[in-house]
């Protein structure tokens, strides 16, 4: 799994860091990086959502180290580009009021079909 070891460094983590955040002995974390060891599939979703990637970069499957139903800024079209930018000028306190308010609206569509 040498996606592990560059994901990892590319987060600012060492092994020791990785190994705190996730439980996975610091020992396991470097057999996997080495090859000397495979990850269970549960070990593997829990190294990927600590280090923000899909579990298909750290089985080496895809060269995007993305995190799942990434969006990158250039797939946007302007007017989806502009509410993105508009959006992160929210507090935290208005971005979790939009998001309620969009859960409130998906609710009330799919009632009306």
């Known amino acids: 799994m040498r996606n592990l070891a560059t994901i990892r460094k590319k987060r600012g983590l060492t092994q020791t860091r990785l190994s705190e955040l996730t439980g996975i002995s610091q020992q396991c974390i470097q057999r996997y990086e080495h090859g000397l060891s495979s ?12 280090l923000d990637t899909a579990t298909d970069y750290l089985l080496e ?3 995007s180290d993305a995190p799942p139903n990434h969006i990158s800024e250039n797939e946007l ?16 306190a208005g971005k979790n009021f939009l998001s309620r308010t969009m859960e409130a609206f998906d ?6 079909k």
């Open 107 to 112: 609710k009330v569509n799919k009632e009306i």
């Open 77 to 92: 079209k302007p007017d989806e580009a502009h509410i993105v930018q508009e959006y992160r000028k929210y507090t935290d």
């Open 39 to 50: 990850p269970s599939c549960e070990v593997l979703v829990i190294l990927a959502d600590a």
């Open 61 to 63: 499957r895809t060269d």
